[in-house]
Structure formats: C-alpha cells, structure tokens
C-alpha cells in the first residue's frame, strides 16, 4: 500500500477558508467511506478533526469539513483561526485491515 | 474518557527487538475497539503499524508484518507492540491509539491517542 498523497503546505488568511487534498486510489479513498483527518501541534500527538468523510467528532469546531469525491478527498477550514496553524494528515481504510495516511500538509495562517 | 500511555525503552540498538506498552486508563481493554500502534519519524508522517482485538485478532502493516508482533494482556488492561530487527529507519515516536468500527458509535477512524514515546535506533 502507498501512502496518500497530501500537498506538503497550505496557507490562508485569518477569516478565509482554506481546502487541502488527499489523492487515493479506488483501492483506499474511491473504495470506502472511511477517511479521516488529523490535526497535530508541533510536539503533540494527532487529535481526530474528521471521521468517515464528513463527521465531526464532538468538541471540534463547526468551521472543519470533509468531502469525497472520486479518490480524493478533502478538508475545508472556513473562518481561519491561528489556533488551526498545524499539520494535517488523512487517513484511509485501504482494504484487507489496512490502513493508510498520507504524508501531511502543514497549513500556515497568514 | 479513555487515556492511553505509552511506555518503554527510548534507546534500542540497531539488530536488537523494539519493545513498547501501551496502558489503558478510563476503559476496558476488552470493549468492542480495536487498538492500534502508529509511528512517526522525526520531521516526517504517520504510519500505520497494525492492530489488535482484545480477542487477540490482529491486522498488520504488509510492510513491517514479518517484524511485527503485537499482543494484549487483558490483566493487566493494557496491549503491547513488539519490532524486531531494528535498524536506524525504525526511529520514530510511537503512539498507540483506538478505533470503533462497530455499533452505532463506530468511527472507523483513530479516535483517541496517547502521548507518544520517542524511539531511537543507535548503537
């Protein structure tokens, strides 16, 4: 299995929505509905911010989306705050009882 | 709320088997979760490592399958991972971590984490 390919930087404005990709194959993203996506500090352990494309876990700000489409996936920051600054990871089921992430993004706010 | 903590030796040398435990607090080890082990080298992403049911079922990483050894001591409510043949690619922090995938409260995603234990290979 490859990992999922994540564009390694994004960036955004204080206030502005800011989207990052995840490319898969039908063999992981296009094959299932169970992509996620993490949040991580610099020194911190990821935190869950998506699950199974779209749902939010609960304590995680209305203003973090997640989408599908084919085999790619996506998170939507809308509204940036500094506190989002972090890197992101996806995360899919790749079938056979694996699991794959992709390589990160690191989402800077300007 | 379930906390997980990881623990073990932060320096193993190169050849020799890695070794780390994961301690459960604030749940059971034998709910319907599975429990997971995920790497991360320094300055790099996130990689899968396998997984384990208080069953004892366990899935593992295709990559690392013939190294891997993953077990759960249900005494002891925790679960541990166990690499062998370590070299310097093995350096990473290490995070154990859990997973619903059944019930109406499935998330089939990596829903708590513990803190991490830092990992490296040297002699």
């Known amino acids: 299995q490859s990992a999922l390919t994540q564009p390694p930087s994004a960036s955004g404005s204080l206030g502005q929505p800011v989207t990052i990709s995840c490319t898969g194959t039908?063999?992981?993203?296009?094959?299932?509905?169970?992509v996620s996506w993490y949040q991580q500090h610099p020194g911190k352990a990821p935190k869950l911010m998506i699950y199974?494309?779209?749902k939010r876990p609960s304590g995680v700000p209305d203003r973090f989306s997640g989408s599908k489409s084919g085999n790619t996936a996506s998170l939507t920051v809308s509204g940036l705050q500094a506190e989002d600054e972090a890197d992101y990871y996806c995360?899919?089921?790749?079938?056979?009882?694996?699991?794959?992430f992709g390589g990160g993004t690191q989402l800077t706010v300007l | 709320q379930v906390q997980l903590q990881e623990s073990g030796p932060g320096l193993v040398k190169p050849s020799e088997t890695l070794s780390l435990t994961c301690a459960i607090s604030?749940?059971?080890?034998?709910?319907?979760?599975?429990w997971s082990w995920v790497r991360q080298p320094p300055g790099k992403g996130l990689e899968w490592i396998g997984e384990?049911?208080?069953?004892?079922?366990?899935n593992y990483n295709p990559s690392l399958k013939s190294r891997i050894t993953i077990s759960v001591d249900k005494s002891k409510n925790q679960f541990s991972l166990r690499l062998s043949s370590v070299t310097a690619a093995d350096t990473a922090v290490y995070y154990c971590?859990?997973?619903?995938?059944?019930?109406?409260?499935?998330?089939?995603?990596?829903?708590?984490w513990g803190q991490g234990t830092m990992v490296t290979v040297s002699s």
């Open positions: 971590a859990k997973t619903r995938r059944s019930g109406s409260d499935a998330t089939n995603a990596f829903e708590i």
């Open positions: 604030g749940g059971s080890i034998s709910s319907s979760i599975w």
């Open positions: 384990i049911y208080h069953s004892g079922s366990t």
């Open positions: 039908s063999s992981d993203i296009g094959g299932y509905n169970y």
């Open positions: 199974e494309i779209t």
């Open positions: 995360s899919s089921y790749a079938g056979s009882n694996n699991w794959v």
